[in-house]
């Protein structure tokens, strides 16, 4: 069953950043959070996240990832894990984006 809850918030995290980015609507924490099911642990989502955003970043710059296609696949392969709060996650997801250098219009 937690195998199962793990796999549900690796898709929903992806599919969230990605949207929030191609939408422009990644600063606002609310939109962002409103696209999860309220039955998530929220404390848990929020330290997955910004790990799973460091992470890729920190890929993105050793493997030179170069698209949300490819940032979204290394996501997905980073175990859960807790290091951070909602609000960080946020912020760190915005400046991916932002360093990443992806336009509104990414696919």
């Not at 937690?2 to 422009?24: L, M, V, Y």
């Not at 696209?35 to 890929?59: M, N």
């Not at 609000?87 to 992806?102: A, P, S």
């Amino acid at each position: 069953m937690e195998c199962r809850t793990k796999e549900a918030i690796h898709k929903q995290i992806s599919t969230a950043f990605i949207d929030s980015w191609n939408t422009g609507i990644n600063a606002d924490k609310s939109t962002f959070l409103a696209q999860f099911s309220p039955t998530v642990d929220w404390y848990d989502l929020a330290f997955f996240i910004r790990h799973k955003v460091l992470e890729g970043l920190a890929r993105f710059r050793t493997q030179r990832l170069t698209s949300i296609k490819d940032f979204r696949a290394e996501v997905k392969a980073i175990d859960y894990t807790k290091s951070g709060t909602v609000v960080q996650c946020v912020y760190h997801g915005v400046m991916v984006g932002k360093l990443l250098g992806w336009p509104a219009s990414a696919q």
